[in-house]
């Protein structure tokens, strides 16, 4: 174990750099301005941060509530080891997300006037609720870990004493918020494809971020566990990798019945170049990981549960990149492509992540903890 | 404002006393707060696009009252082409479009501006409501309560709304439809300024009226149709022109507002959210117990086992 772990600066000077040279975009950004540093225009006002940072991040915070529900609501006991990396996951995306908002909103000083000027018809102002809301929750529902470590025990009975019903507020919460994303698009139906736009959009939303809140936790404890040195509980992964294809089997059939219904099926054959999009999200992140994890065989390896899991992760961001950013008509007379002060932010905010996620392995109890509520999970370990 | 609030407030406090309160509070939030964006005998404006000879005297006089700086879009050379037309310093520009009718050209001038929607898709997705549509017509913007997010831009059929980009500290700028001119009797100052007549600022089911007797009076020269008054549930700037609208750069858009999907799915939130609490506490107390007799029967097991 010792020597895996001495192999790891090499990743964490890399991940470093990344986090440094965003923070240095973002300084930029503060000192000179959205246009001086974004491509952003008038014809595109909303740009990768948006498509990214909110759009993807929220999606890939999903595994928070996803877990969460099945350990602690449908009594899923054996995923209690990844249930914690889960949650911080989500808490540091919910994180990343505000952050990416504090960059990609002109004037992020004022962003507490969504809590005191209410525009409830706004899907943008459910949003901002959900994003402020879930993200305290989520810290209380890790926060555990931090008292354990630092043997606070009347703090830590509390919390456990609540625990459920923050759960289920979590997924609540979690619930309009990934669904709200999608209600956001409603807002465009002249702008939006008509491949992508329909009155559904929140449900189709929902689906895909509870089929990816999974694979998410497959991916990310994969990883994890290869850089400190433990070995992945195969059980785990693969009783995920029995779940994902159902989420996806109603997804899909929601995705084409919709298609059907609004008589627009045809233009996934005829709409180039639209239609190859269309068919990267659905054949990458649906149709290809139900085929695979649905085959017992390829549910036996670790190592092929974890690109199972990676492709509908790629799905997942395929979608919603063409749901926020690529299929979204621009203003005529306008183009975009990210700046590069724009990919080195978001990429400097997903390497800060990333080093927390490490650190927080390092420094609190991630996977053996809470003797007292899941007994059961120390046994199997 | 207050009232959303207030009825926002009521419903949470409904929601909060529990799941017997089901009774469909959708209707509620649906009908509350934008009533008076139904409005239609608000002020409007008819742009006869017949009559416009492209002179781009409201533009100037747009510019004029709005102090803003002339801009790299007022390049009269360019506007024929399909690049931008409007920025922040730049509410309303003029659009020339070449329809050429058999070998001879023919120019045909479109003033492009804000359409002030009775359903503005930018008020309603504004979250913190610094875009409103006024009684009176205008769609206004609230400086004091933006935060940026630039949803409006995002959200506007027309593509309407600009931005500061180039500023530090930037907002959202688009034509006020003079609002503040209107507030003291005033016009607005394009209409104010147009040489031949091509505007006319009166109320909007006034205009509607006359657009249809131009209609009636000039069949062959004008096509059957008022831009804007159907458009997007209808909108309080209105057009007349003697081609079809698209072929003037003024999209083809549908008839119902753009708000109505999101409205509807924001009625849903609050039934949802009740919906998926007791969902997930039912599940957990299901849960809960079978655990509890699955632990009674294995303890049984053992007990039996040992006796054994
Ligand atoms: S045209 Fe655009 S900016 Fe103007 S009121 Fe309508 S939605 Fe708002
Ligand atoms: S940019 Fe300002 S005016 Fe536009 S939606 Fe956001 S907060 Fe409202």
């Excluded at chain 1, 190592?303 to 926020?324: E, H, M």
Aim: charged residues 15%.
């Amino acid at each position: 174990m010792r020597e895996k772990i001495r192999k790891l600066p090499l990743g964490l000077i890399i991940l470093t750099i990344l986090a440094l040279t965003g923070f240095a975009s973002v300084i930029c950004r503060y000192l000179f301005g959205l246009g001086a540093v974004s491509n952003m225009s008038d014809g595109r006002g909303w740009g990768m941060w948006i498509g990214f940072d909110l759009y993807c991040g929220v999606a890939l915070a999903a595994g928070g509530f996803t877990t969460a529900a099945i350990v602690y609501i449908f009594g899923g006991e054996k995923y209690h080891s990844v249930a914690r990396p889960a949650i911080l996951t989500a808490f540091l995306g919910y994180l990343l997300v505000i952050l990416a908002l504090l960059v990609d909103l002109g004037e992020p000083w004022y962003i507490w006037h969504a809590i005191i000027y209410w525009n409830i018809h706004s899907p943008l102002f459910e949003v901002a609720m959900c994003v402020m809301t879930y993200t305290f929750v989520l810290a209380l529902e890790f926060s555990p870990a931090v008292f354990e470590r630092l043997h606070w025990n009347v703090p830590l009975k509390i919390i456990h004493a609540i625990e459920i019903p923050l759960i289920i507020l979590g997924i609540c919460l979690s619930t309009l918020h990934q669904s709200s994303l999608g209600s956001m698009l409603l807002m465009m139906p002249t702008t939006l494809h008509p491949i992508w736009y329909t009155p559904i959009l929140p449900i189709l939303f929902y689906f895909s971020a509870l089929a990816v809140g999974p694979a998410v936790v497959m991916f990310e404890s994969t990883i994890t566990g290869k850089s400190m040195g433990h070995e992945q509980n195969h059980e785990v992964m693969e009783g995920l990798g029995k779940i994902i294809p159902w989420i996806l089997g109603i997804y899909l059939m929601l995705k084409v019945g919709d298609l059907l219904v609004r008589g627009n099926f045809g233009l996934v054959f005829t709409d180039f170049p639209h239609n190859i999009l269309w068919w990267a999200e659905m054949l990458i992140g649906v149709i290809l990981p139900i085929i695979l994890f649905s085959i017992k065989k390829f549910r036996r390896s670790n190592t092929r549960l974890f690109w199972g899991a990676a492709l509908v992760v790629l799905g997942l961001i395929i979608n919603r990149f063409n749901v926020s950013l690529i299929n979204l008509q621009m203003r005529p007379g306008y183009t975009y492509f990210p700046s590069w002060v724009e990919i080195a932010t978001s990429v400097g905010l997903f390497a800060d992540a990333m080093l927390v996620i490490w650190l927080a392995y390092k420094v609190f109890p991630m996977i053996k903890h809470s003797q007292h509520d899941s007994p059961t999970a120390l046994k199997q370990d | 404002m207050e009232i959303d609030r207030r009825s926002f407030l009521k419903l949470s406090a409904a929601s909060i006393a529990g799941a017997a309160v089901l009774v469909s509070p959708t209707p509620a939030l649906a009908s509350s707060g934008n009533e008076s964006q139904a409005n239609t005998n608000g002020k409007g404006m008819l742009v006869d696009t017949t009559k416009c000879v492209g002179c781009r005297a409201c533009v100037v006089a747009c510019k004029q009252w709005n102090h803003n700086p002339s801009s790299p879009v007022d390049d009269e050379s360019k506007t024929h082409n399909d690049t931008p037309l409007l920025d922040s310093k730049t509410f309303t520009n003029i659009r020339a479009t070449d329809v050429q009718q058999g070998l001879e050209p023919k120019w045909v001038y479109t003033k492009i501006q804000c359409m002030h929607c009775q359903k503005p898709g930018c008020a309603e997705a504004c979250l913190v409501g610094a875009l409103k549509k006024t009684e009176t017509g205008p769609v206004t913007y609230n400086e004091s309560k933006c935060i940026g997010c630039r949803y409006c831009m995002v959200a506007c059929p027309f593509g309407i709304p600009t931005y500061q980009w180039e500023s530090v500290t930037p907002w959202i700028r688009k034509c006020t439809f003079c609002a503040n001119r209107q507030a003291q009797g005033l016009q607005p100052a394009c209409s104010g300024t147009c040489p031949t007549g091509a505007l006319k600022f009166a109320n909007r089911s006034e205009l509607i009226d006359e657009a249809k007797q131009r209609i009636a009076d000039e069949p062959q020269l004008y096509i059957n149709h008022i831009y804007g008054e159907t458009e997007v549930g209808g909108t309080s700037w209105l057009y007349l022109a003697s081609v079809p609208f698209e072929k003037l750069g003024l999209p083809n858009v549908q008839t119902e507002p753009v708000v109505v999907n999101a409205e509807r799915a924001m009625g849903l939130v609050p039934p949802v959210l009740l919906g998926m609490a007791a969902l997930m506490t039912g599940t957990y107390l299901v849960t809960k117990r079978r655990k509890k007799l699955q632990a009674k029967t294995s303890k049984k097991d053992e007990q039996g086992a040992k006796t054994k």
